[in-house]
């Protein structure tokens, strides 16, 4: 990471170790540590407090909200969002007196996915395309693409558009709405939902 380029773009608080990558206009706030094996994007947001391990990867456009800690073995894709003292982990069952590193299992979020501020993101899970997951939710399972999902633990309870409308689909089964925001077409077909179709002149 370039220091002299940065400077405009890294509270005086903050700590980017040596070896850090940070894309062009990431900004690091009060108060957050971003550690040398860390590879962020361009354009990210990392929120007072934020902690960012070695084995992390993040993509471009990604918002972390304050006091959010993301450990080793997790990716986010591009224009992930992550809400306020939301959580990841990553051992599946930690003692403070066994010694675990070489057992974290990967955490996975996709592209466009929204979590929700204060949820829990068990490790070894998969969050899917556009997927929102909302407050206080904790998941420990797989979650499709497009899945709104609610509750401890997490359990699906609708679907979500690119913009963040709830579509009016049933939970499985097939069906056909439209964003009342983009225009964008969602077809779900045999409890899989996807974007058929989309204006040309509408860009998210």
Same mark, same amino acid.
């Given at each position: ?13 903050? +700590? ?6 940070? /894309? ?12 040398? @094996? ?8 990392? @929120?007072?407090? %934020? ?6 990867? +993040? !993509? ?21 969002? #992550? ?5 990841? =982990? ?7 007196? %066994? ?24 490790? !070894?899970? =998969? ?5 929102? +997951? /909302?407050?206080?939710?904790? %998941? ?34 097939? @069906?056909?709405?439209? #964003?009342?925001?983009? @225009? ?7 409890? %899989? ?12």
């Amino acid at each position: 990471m370039d220091r002299d380029l940065s400077q405009d773009r890294i509270h005086p608080s903050a +700590i980017v170790d040596e070896g850090a990558e940070l /894309g062009a206009e990431t900004r690091v706030w009060h108060f957050a540590h971003v550690c040398a @094996g860390a590879r962020i994007g361009e354009a990210c947001s990392l @929120g007072q407090n %934020v902690f960012i391990a070695n084995d992390v990867r +993040i !993509g471009n456009r990604v918002k972390i909200q304050n006091n959010v800690s993301v450990y080793d073995a997790v990716t986010l894709e591009d224009d992930v969002f #992550c809400g306020p003292s939301m959580v990841f =982990t990553n051992v599946h069952n930690p003692r403070s007196a %066994v010694e675990r590193k070489n057992e974290y299992r990967p955490t996975l979020v996709r592209r466009g996915a929204t979590l929700g501020a204060n949820s829990t993101i068990v490790c !070894g899970v =998969t969050i899917g395309e556009y997927a929102f +997951i /909302g407050a206080g939710a904790v %998941v420990t399972r797989d979650v499709p693409a497009f899945a709104l999902m609610a509750g401890v633990p997490a359990r699906q309870i609708g679907w979500m558009s690119r913009y963040g409308e709830r579509l009016p689909l049933p939970i499985g089964g097939n @069906g056909e709405a439209r #964003c009342p925001n983009t @225009g964008d077409i969602y077809t779900l077909q045999n409890g %899989v939902c996807l974007m058929t179709s989309r204006p040309e002149t509408h860009a998210l």
